[in-house]
């Protein structure tokens, strides 16, 4: 497709920053978006292997991975909102052209999401305290959100994949000239690329768990060995069995680049997310005992949460040399219109709201499985906290309202 169809296609409204800032913001929110939705795909298999398991441990852990899960899904959805935001500024003569090609899926993607996240609280309902019993209840119900994730997923994955070919939209929207604008289907995917970020899962559950266990033993009141020694084990082949299935789903992913963008595949972005990746999953090994000291059980899940930036950014790398380099449109030259108010109150809104209401909510977290008490109470500095968080929301909100009225009147 002719480079200036594209920029017509651009919002005239400009946008409100210096484009780079949404690209940077759109890799990172994206690295964080696929860590909790490989922490929830990991936990929530966890939670099927150990309920259906007769072994206490392994049941216990199904119990928590149940409630990772839950969690996991609903912090996966919500900073998978960011980085659907900064690519829509960005990309949006793309990211809309998918979207309208695929329109049922688009819409489909909210109602299969709700189903999938009610299937699991189905068979969290159905299995409250797996360690209270023997069996499992209804395990279908968690087979089908899992599923059902997976398609959201999926979708999410198609839409990427229909942008990065412009000059194949007008032949899906009227294959053989004649118009089918229904948007019931799926135009194109790569299972490869699918599968590879699916498998990440794996990899980043062990390091979740390697970090869980070193969380455990910092415990006041102890904790079970046996438990501790099922941890470790688990991550450790979680790493490197899933480590092995992510290189080889990779190297298809790259084998299977478009010939427009074939060279890609042994570009520098390539062999540096390849070592960053690799690394990661040999980290655990080569730290050995190590891992039982100081915060070095958390170093997997850090440097794996590094290696996701950097994968993200050869993302991003793939994206601009196939919009840019084959078909001429460039993200960076988007026209700016700037608005220090809105910049101004996104990166304020991160930093001072962010960062007070998740001081208090991760300390309390970090707290209550530390403590030996039954009741945990937070002392008088971290209850300070949590009051400065709401009455920074709430200056916020005043603040907001106050502008917009004045917006108004003006
Ligand atoms: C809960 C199940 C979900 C799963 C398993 C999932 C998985 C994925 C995967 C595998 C990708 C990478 C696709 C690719 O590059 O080929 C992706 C990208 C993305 N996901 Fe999710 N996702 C889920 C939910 C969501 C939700 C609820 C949102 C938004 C509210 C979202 C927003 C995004 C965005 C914006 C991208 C990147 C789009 C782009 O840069 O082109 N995801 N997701």
């Known amino acids: 497709m002719d480079a200036s169809t594209l920029y017509a296609l651009r919002d005239a409204a400009g946008v409100p920053s210096h484009p780079v800032i949404f690209l940077i913001l759109g890799v990172a929110t994206w690295a964080l978006h696929i860590a909790a939705v490989h922490v929830m795909l990991g936990a929530s298999a966890l939670t099927l292997w150990g309920a259906f398991s007769k072994d ?3 049941r216990r852990l199904a119990a928590t991975m149940l409630n990772t899960a839950k969690v996991s899904v609903s912090i996966a959805i919500v900073i998978g909102v960011a980085p659907l935001l900064f690519v829509q500024v960005i990309y949006d003569p793309f990211w809309y052209a998918s979207n309208v090609l695929s329109a049922w899926w688009v819409i489909g993607f909210i109602v299969i999401l709700i189903l999938g996240y009610l299937a699991m609280y189905v068979f969290y309902y159905a299995n409250k305290d797996l360690t209270a019993k023997k069996g499992v209840t ?4 968690m087979v089908i959100s899992i599923a059902l994730l997976l398609v959201v997923g999926f979708i999410m994955h198609v839409l990427t994949q229909q942008m990065l070919s412009p000059e194949k939209w007008v032949e899906w929207y009227a294959p053989n000239g004649v118009i089918n604008a229904s948007g019931q289907k799926i135009h194109d995917y790569n299972i490869w690329r699918f599968l590879f970020f699916i ?15 070193r969380y455990l033993q910092g415990k006041e009141a102890g904790e079970d060995a046996n438990y501790l020694a099922l941890l470790g084990s688990l991550a450790q082949k979680l790493a490197i069995i899933g480590g092995l299935v992510v290189v080889v789903f990779g190297a298809l992913w790259m084998a299977t680049l478009p010939e427009k963008a074939a060279g890609f595949a042994l570009s520098p972005w390539v062999i540096v997310t390849a070592v960053a990746l690799i ?7 080569l730290l050995g005992k190590k891992l039982d000291t100081g915060f070095w059980g958390f170093a997997p899940f850090a440097v794996g949460a590094v290696a996701l930036i950097i994968l993200g950014t050869a993302r991003e790398a793939l994206r601009f040399t196939i919009l840019y380099g084959v078909h001429g449109y460039n993200p960076l030259d988007y026209k700016i219109v700037m ?19 998740l001081a208090y909510m991760l300390t309390v977290a970090w707290q209550v499985g530390q403590s030996k008490e039954k009741v945990y109470t937070p002392s008088p500095a971290v209850d300070k906290i949590g009051t400065v968080a709401i009455w920074l929301i709430v200056a916020w909100m005043v603040q907001f309202f106050a502008i917009g009225f004045y917006v108004w009147v003006r």
């Open 56 to 58: 206490d441990l392994k």
């Open 138 to 141: 209804c395990p279908g119900s």
């Open 199 to 213: 498998s990440l899962s794996a990899p980043v559950t062990g390091a979740w768990l390697l970090a869980m266990r």
């Open 279 to 285: 690394g990661t999953v040999l980290l655990p090994t």
């Open 339 to 357: 608005d220090w108010y809105s910049t101004i109150l996104f990166f304020g809104t991160f930093a001072i709201i962010g960062g007070a209401a």
